[in-house]
DNA sequence: GCATTTTAGATAGCGCGCGATTAAATCGCA
DNA sequence: TGCGATTTAATCGCGCGCTATCTAAAATGC
C-alpha cells in the first residue's frame, strides 16, 4: 500500500484538521457572496467596509481597521476603488492631518437597501438553524481571540 | 444618537454575521501559520498542497484541486513555485497527455519531517480542547458542503 | 475516419492580505 | 522651545483565488 492509510492517524492529515475546514468553508462562504455581491457591485471585503459605515459612518481607515482586523495596506487601495465606485468621499481631517475620515456618499447610503436582502440570501445557502448558525459563530469569534493572542 | 444602535439589532450588524466570525477566524489562522510556515518556506495553501501529496504522491493537478477545492488557475502558479524550490517535479502523462503528474522530490519528502511539528504548535494556539475543535472542524465541514451545493 | 465536443491544464488580469518601508504630522519631554 | 519618538496613512512587491479565455489532447458521434 501507499503511504496514505498512516496518514490518515497523522496529525497532517487533511481532513482531520480544523484549519482546513475553516479555509475552505470561509472560500465556499465567499464564493457564495461573489455571487450574490455581484448585484452590488461589491467584493465580500468591500461589502465589510459598507457594513462597517453603515454603522457608524466617517470613521478613519484605522478605526475601519480594527473592526475588520485589516491593516491600511488592504484597505487603502480598497477604498479608493470604492471611492472611485462613488459610494464614499476620503477626507483628511483638518486637526490631525495624518487622520484620513471616511466618508458615505448618498448613492454609498443608498446601497443599504439592497444589502439588506443579503444576509437572508447567504443564510438561506448555508441551510443551516439560526441556532446552529449562532453556536458556530461564537465558537469562531472565540478561536479568532484566541489566535490572535 | 447615530445609527448604529438599529445596526445591532439588523441583520447587516457585522458581529452577528457568521460570515465575517469565518472570515477574521480564518485570517488569524493564516497568520499563526504564516509565522510557523515560515520556517518551511511555504506558505498555507503551499503547505495544504505538501499535506495532499504526502498522503498520496503523484496526484494530477486536477486531483489536488478537487482535495483542496483549488481550480488550475490557481494551482499551476503555486506548484511552478514549489517545483523552483525543489520540492517536486511536474510531469505530463505519457497515457494521457493532457495530465500533469505532481510528484515529490527527495526534498520534497523530506520536509515532512519538519511539518510534524507544526499541527501540535497550531493546537496550541488555538487554546481550546481537542474535543471542542473536533466539533468546530465538523461543524466547518457541514457549512462548507451546504455552501457548495 | 473525420468533425465535434469534452477535458486538463495554462495564461492574463483583477482584488485582496500582508510584510516592509516611507513620509508626514503630532506628541512628549527635557 | 526644540527634537527625538510615536502615530497614521500610503506605497511597493508578492502570493493567492477567481473569472474568462486559450491551447492541446482525448473522447464522442455520425
Redesign the interface.
Known sequence: M???ND?QE?????D??????????????????RKLLRELDLT?PQY?VM??L????GQTVSGIGE???LDSATLTPLLKRLEGAGLLQRQRSRQDERQVAVVLTEQGHKL?EK??A???S?MC????SPD?????????????E????
Open positions: 501507499t503511504d496514505s496518514s497523522s496529525l497532517l492529515a487533511l482531520r484538521q480544523v484549519c482546513f475546514a475553516l479555509y475552505s468553508a470561509q472560500l465556499a462562504m465567499s464564493k457564495v457572496y465580500y465589510l457594513l462597517v453603515w454603522e457608524q459612518d473592526r475588520l482586523f443599504r444589502a439588506e443579503v444576509p437572508e447567504v445557502a448555508a441551510q443551516c446552529e448558525l449562532e453556536r458556530l459563530r461564537d465558537d469562531l469569534h472565540n478561536l479568532r484566541r489566535l490572535a493572542s
